[in-house]
């Protein structure tokens, strides 16, 4: 339990790189995680020589830890193989639609999870490079993936540089509820936020973005509604043109 407690993300890396038998080892050992019917719903395309993250590196808006790291992992929901087995086994896959793309999304975070908790088991560090569904179909080209395949998390890994900053959570509280889910009083949701919003670093965010408050910081700078409704929109073409919707 330690190590979920005091688990840090990496975003600085040493040179040295990771061996491919160990990302193998971690990949392979992640396959064990729990699937929709096991059905396996997912592949990764691993980055690891510098012109592959260099081409990247702009579509996660030229985030350090992608050229910085070892190897860049991208975890995709693929429908592909699947529904290719089923056509070549005489029946129909049934998958073009937006629930498969559900249980595929769910089967590669999944994944991806296990992928991180071994990885930093094994002495990696990792980050997850919350990019991935801002550009989707760049990254699905730069990485040729056919239809019925969407990027839908990236982790970098690799030999951590430094210990990784603390981040704050919010309490059991917050998240965990008993039986139903209760109704909440606006002072209930401020006392629920109370802590992260006295986090020192988080005051600084305050202050050097010029707002009132911590939520504002995240609903006007960080993601803005604008923001969300472009790249909600570009998302849903790519799921049009890969045959999900």
Same mark, same amino acid.
């Given at each position: 339990?330690?190590?979920?407690?005091?688990?840090?993300?990496?975003?600085?890396?040493?040179?040295?790189?990771?061996?491919?038998?160990?990302?193998?080892?971690? /990949?392979?050992? +992640?396959?064990?995680? =729990?699937?929709?019917?096991?059905?396996?719903?997912?592949?990764? @395309?691993?980055?690891? *020589? #510098?012109?592959?993250?260099?081409?990247?590196?702009?579509?996660?808006?030229?985030?350090?830890?992608?050229?910085?790291?070892?190897?860049?992992?991208?975890?995709?929901?693929?429908?592909?193989?699947?529904?290719?087995?089923?056509?070549?086994?005489?029946?129909?896959?049934?998958?073009?639609?937006?629930?498969?793309?559900?249980?595929?999304?769910?089967?590669?975070?999944?994944?991806?999870?296990?992928?991180?908790?071994?990885?930093?088991?094994?002495?990696?560090?990792?980050?997850?490079?919350?990019?991935?569904?801002?550009?989707?179909?760049? /990254?699905?080209? +730069?990485?040729?993936? =056919?239809?019925?395949?969407?990027?839908?998390?990236?982790?970098? @890994?690799?030999?951590? *540089? #430094?210990?990784?900053?603390?981040?704050?959570?919010?309490?059991?509280?917050?998240?965990?509820?008993?039986?139903?889910?209760?109704?909440?009083?606006?002072?209930?949701?401020?006392?629920?936020?109370?802590?992260?919003?006295?986090?020192?670093?988080?005051?600084?965010?305050?202050?050097?973005?010029?707002?009132?408050?911590?939520?504002?910081?995240?609903?006007?700078?960080?993601?803005?509604?604008?923001?969300?409704?472009?790249?909600?929109?570009?998302?849903?073409?790519?799921?049009?043109?890969?045959?999900?919707?």
């Amino acid at each position: 339990m330690e190590y979920f407690s005091n688990r840090r993300t990496i975003r600085n890396y040493k040179p040295e790189k990771v061996s491919d038998s160990l990302i193998d080892s971690i /990949i392979e050992s +992640a396959a064990k995680a =729990p699937t929709c019917g096991n059905m396996q719903l997912y592949s990764v @395309v691993v980055t690891k *020589d #510098d012109a592959g993250k260099k081409a990247l590196a702009p579509l996660h808006f030229n985030q350090p830890m992608i050229e910085g790291c070892s190897h860049v992992l991208t975890i995709c929901a693929d429908y592909n193989r699947f529904a290719r087995w089923c056509e070549v086994s005489h029946t129909d896959p049934g998958c073009d639609n937006i629930l498969s793309f559900i249980n595929a999304m769910t089967d590669a975070v999944i994944f991806a999870q296990q992928i991180v908790t071994i990885a930093e088991m094994n002495g990696l560090g990792t980050c997850y490079l919350g990019t991935v569904s801002y550009n989707a179909a760049q /990254i699905a080209e +730069a990485l040729r993936l =056919p239809e019925m395949v969407i990027p839908v998390a990236c982790v970098t @890994v690799g030999y951590p *540089d #430094d210990k990784g900053e603390e981040t704050e959570r919010l309490g059991l509280d917050a998240i965990r509820f008993d039986g139903t889910y209760p109704e909440l009083t606006d002072d209930d949701i401020r006392d629920l936020y109370r802590e992260k919003e006295a986090y020192e670093p988080n005051k600084k965010y305050v202050e050097e973005n010029g707002k009132d408050n911590l939520a504002q910081v995240f609903a006007e700078v960080r993601y803005p509604r604008a923001m969300n409704e472009e790249f909600s929109a570009s998302f849903i073409e790519f799921l049009k043109k890969q045959r999900f919707l």
